[in-house]
């Protein structure tokens, strides 16, 4: 079993930046592909990047050119920069594990494990 912690969601305005983090313990063996997903409130949960452990990543349209996925696998962390930041990015943001199957496909029924979530939220 795997821990997943993120941390480094909060509050800013529109334009500013936040830098996720998620941090795995226990069994890491299988920390090949992870991603982060986000859901707002009354909506469905959407992927935002995937990356496997090579580095190749993916990421959701909506995203693309502002949000950079990374990951350190010496320390089992994942991150997430988040730049360029809109009010329709607000949500609580999850990382996940994926231990089988393609890795960049978003497709949070293919993610077996999950954290509990950082809440970000961006101001007009």
């Known amino acids: 079993q795997v821990q997943l912690v993120e941390s480094g969601g909060g509050s800013v305005q529109a334009g500013g930046s936040l830098r996720l983090s998620c941090a795995a313990s226990?069994?890491?063996?299988?920390?090949?592909?992870m991603g982060w997903f986000r859901q707002a409130p009354g909506k469905e949960r959407e992927g935002v990047a995937a990356?496997?452990?090579?580095?190749?990543?993916s990421y959701a349209d909506s995203v693309k050119g502002r949000f950079t996925v990374s990951r350190d696998n010496a320390k089992n962390i994942l991150y997430l920069q988040m730049n360029s930041l809109k009010p329709e990015d607000t949500a609580m943001y999850y990382c996940?594990?994926?231990?089988?199957?393609?890795?960049?496909?978003?497709?949070?029924?293919?993610?077996?494990?999950w954290g509990q979530g950082t809440q970000v939220t961006v101001s007009s």
């Open positions: 996940a594990r994926r231990v089988r199957g393609y890795c960049l496909l978003l497709v949070s029924a293919d993610f077996d494990d």
């Open positions: 226990g069994d890491t063996s299988s920390t090949y592909c």
């Open positions: 990356i496997a452990r090579d580095g190749r990543s």
